[in-house]
């Protein structure tokens, strides 16, 4: 038997070397970008591969002793590109139908696969094309080979392996925060919302909140907010004095949260928190000299080009208001006309468009709105699947803007099945589906796409790289109290510049659920701070899905330590830049810079309910850097043109080498 095994092995050495030898031949490991052909299209494929064997999809079984029979039953079909896909939509492989299965638990097997994509990765060349459909049958070969060792394998097909690492920040913040917010102070608002009873933090020196109508406490002693120092992971309790539930937000062109709408006696405020230093003692402040027009209940706030607020939506408020105030709130009619049953029109999507205008979306329709003459510009076709917005639970996000910054592209992922909120269905599966658009396009379609696994409630995170990081929620269910069930913990890692079919990649799953009311943050040092999610009316500790307090930190694979050669540190860079502006960047990185140093502009959003509202990125415009004596890196930067490609404010900047971004330095932008 030892020498069958040994017999196969040398067979499968002279397979992979003769491929190996085809591929290079074709030009496959040349240069093209980043990484060469071969490696970038061999990494896709595996992340599309096993996401099946990490989600269940797949029928695994392992029985005696080896060698071991692996059936794998794909739900969809895995595209190549665009001429060369699997077709049938439900191919059932098993490993019978390869001749070299029998050596897939072999540990000389893996190292040879290993060896090759080793060699693979030091092929260093000039760019070519790799388009050949017998050479990627070559290639398909190898990666099945490869992922087949990986779903066979004991040690790396367990969870942490899959990329990106989790960490505890904290293990009781005292509040459970539904809306969070990073200020440029790097601390992070943290607001919950009153009406509760008690939270587990008190607001401390004689304090009391006193409200005869308090549907819990009359005289509420607790914080229902706080400020987190990321510095020192200590927390100090906020001050808010009216009903914060299901609320709105923005960050202000000074850096300034503001906050708007709520429930009760909150249904008309406008709150402001002006942050300061981490040991600083700023705190809330509700407006007294003016409110909201309409009360706002799971309203949207998006700042615009000149530093104003647009406030639109909320639950019976088919309107839209500014603040600063202008002349009262006007109607608008596609929320109401988007209404359903189960209402669906709840907390739009809001992306200002770098045009000037608004992509609005709500339920399963999405309009370009000129709110200078409060005109419907495009109407755009509806999206497939069924209602995205509150209570359906979806998400959204603009991909980063770049170039000419004239095209806008907006992703919409996720939802529960329509009905799911009126029967209170707990166990019906989420939407897996995601809708791509060009907003910007002279004839614009939805592009369907979908995710490893369906979900409602998750978050759509902008990371500094460009790519889109989702995470937080549930596979069944809708959004509301108590009503959806089967947490989805495994985050998923959308990459916008792959070809449909390889941009979904899955990663390292989290412990604790992140149900409704969970929030999702970039930090400064790319990290993606997670807190909240309190499915219940009050605090409730002892359910399915308890209060949540524990704030946690995901650090996608760009943060890991093989990687850290590659991460720049920001030397010089302006506090203040204009519109338009030059200006330079200096930086240092441990390894030789390859290829262009991107220098990205990330805002902080008000993050609530699934969606990051205002959350931005845009790439500026660089010139290649060369190290000068003292091996700094000098990366001349123009600041975007206008206010509709980024509104004035606080910007985390970021220099980005290879996929790896520094940490932050915040970034004044102004007119």
């Not at 899955?506 to 659920?513: E, S």
Request: proline share 7%; with cysteine.
């Amino acid at each position: 038997m030892k020498d069958q095994y040994m017999k196969r092995e040398e067979t499968l050495r002279w397979q992979v070397d003769g491929s190996f030898e085809k591929l290079q031949n074709s030009g496959a490991f040349e240069r093209d970008g980043e990484t060469s052909v071969f490696i970038r299209t061999s990494k896709a494929i595996v992340d599309t591969l096993a996401k099946h064997w990490t989600t269940t999809r797949a029928d695994t079984s392992f029985t005696g002793d080896p060698p071991y029979t692996v059936a794998v039953e794909f739900q969809r079909p895995i595209t190549l590109n665009s001429s060369h896909a699997f077709d049938d939509q439900r191919s059932t492989f098993h490993s019978a139908d390869f001749s070299l299965a029998d050596t897939l638990q072999s540990p000389l097997l893996y190292f040879v696969v290993l060896k090759l994509l080793l060699k693979c990765s030091n092929e260093i060349h000039h760019s070519s094309v790799f388009t050949s459909p017998v050479l990627l049958m070559d290639c398909l070969h190898l990666f099945l080979l490869f992922t087949f060792t990986f779903a066979c394998s004991s040690t790396i097909s367990t969870r942490a392996d899959l990329p990106g690492t989790w960490e505890l920040v904290l293990a009781d913040a005292g509040i459970s925060s539904m809306h969070t917010a990073v200020t440029r102070f790097n601390t992070v608002v943290l607001l919950d919302r009153t009406n509760i009873g008690p939270s587990r933090k008190m607001l401390g020196r004689g304090r009391c909140r006193l409200d005869r109508n308090d549907r819990a406490l009359k005289r509420d002693c607790y914080a229902h907010s706080a400020i987190l120092d990321l510095q020192t992971n200590q927390i100090r309790p906020l001050m808010i004095l009216t009903d914060t539930w299901c609320s709105s937000g923005q960050i202000l062109a000074d850096g300034t949260v503001l906050q708007t709408g709520g429930d009760l006696d909150g249904y008309k405020k406008i709150r402001k928190f002006s942050p300061c230093e981490a040991n600083g003692l700023c705190d809330w402040v509700e407006l007294d000299d003016v409110e909201l027009v309409n009360g706002r209940w799971y309203g949207t706030d998006q700042i615009l080009p000149d530093g104003s607020v647009i406030i639109l939506g909320g639950k019976g408020a088919n309107t839209v208001e500014y603040y600063p105030p202008r002349n009262g709130a006007v109607s608008f009619p596609f929320l109401a006309d988007v209404e359903d049953k189960q209402m669906d029109n709840l907390y739009p999507y809001v992306h200002l468009l770098p045009n000037g205008h608004l992509f609005i979306f709500a339920n399963d329709k999405a309009v370009m709105y000129d709110y200078e003459t409060n005109k419907i510009a495009r109407e755009y076709p509806p999206l497939d699947g069924g209602p995205r917005n509150y209570p359906s639970a979806g998400s959204s996000a603009m991909l980063a803007l770049e170039g000419d910054f004239a095209t806008a592209v907006i992703v919409v992922c996720g939802g529960a099945q329509f009905g799911a909120f009126i029967q209170r269905s707990t166990d019906t599966p989420a939407h897996g589906s995601c809708g791509r658009i060009i907003a910007t396009s002279a004839d614009p379609t939805w592009e369907m796409e979908d995710m490893p696994f369906g979900r409602i409630m998750g978050d759509m995170v902008m990371l500094p790289t460009g790519d889109v990081l989702i995470i937080n929620g549930a596979q069944a269910g809708t959004q509301g109290f108590e009503m959806a069930s089967n947490p989805c913990l495994f985050p998923v890692l959308y990459r916008p510049t792959q070809p449909a079919g390889l941009r979904f990649m899955t990663l390292n799953p989290g412990t604790i659920p992140r149900m409704y009311h969970s929030t999702a943050n970039l930090l400064p040092d790319g990290r993606v701070l997670i807190a909240g999610s309190n499915p219940h009316y009050f605090y409730k500790f002892n359910a399915e899905f308890p209060t949540e307090l524990r704030i946690e930190a995901f650090s996608p694979e760009y943060l890991s330590s093989d990687r850290a050669n590659l991460r720049p540190v920001i030397e010089e860079i302006p506090e203040t830049v204009r519109y338009g502006e030059a200006f330079d960047v200096f930086v240092t990185v441990p390894l030789p810079v390859v290829g262009i140093l991107e220098v990205n502009l990330g805002n902080a959003p008000f993050a609530t309910h699934s969606f990051q509202q205002g959350q931005r990125l845009v790439k500026i415009t660089v010139t290649p850097s060369v190290p000068d004596a003292n091996g700094r890196y000098r990366v001349g930067c123009t600041a975007p043109p206008n206010g509709a490609v980024a509104p004035p404010g606080y910007y985390m900047a970021f220099v980005v080498n290879q996929g790896v971004p520094s940490v932050a330095r915040w970034v004044h932008l102004i007119a």
